[in-house]
């Protein structure tokens, strides 16, 4: 089945007795809408940039390719993930430890566990 980001903003949820906050769920699916419509431009002129580039010149397949190699790179960068908020924090190597032993102490000193709300885990 197809999505389309229209799709997504006019999907409607039953409720339910503990019901859900419209807002929220409004929210997320004119977030998700808008990525995916980001995401589906970004692939059409992908495509259209790959059927010219079967017609490209050697020259021109060099060029290309490095253009998608540097924007590869710099949208697999942590930052670009966390200027859109796909991330809840950059973590540096060197402070790893620090921060797992702050998070393994927040844990042990919590008397109650709150219900898990889980993200996007990107790697």
């Not at 995916?36 to 079967?54: H, P, Q, V, W, Y």
């Amino acid at each position: 089945m197809k999505i389309t980001p229209i799709d997504i903003r006019q999907q409607q949820f039953g409720r339910t007795l503990r019901g859900l906050d419209a807002r929220e769920v409004d929210s997320f699916l004119n977030l998700v809408s808008d990525e995916l419509e980001t995401n589906l431009k970004e692939n059409n002129r992908l495509r259209e940039e790959l059927a010219r580039m079967k017609d490209a010149t050697e020259k021109d397949r060099k060029r290309i390719v490095s253009e998608l190699e540097a924007r590869y790179e710099h949208q697999s960068d942590p930052r670009y993930a966390a200027a859109r908020l796909w991330v809840d924090e950059i973590i540096m190597p060197e402070d790893t430890r620090e921060v797992l032993v702050r998070c393994l102490e927040l844990c042990d000193h919590q008397t109650t566990m709150p219900a898990p709300r889980f993200g996007v885990l990107q790697v």
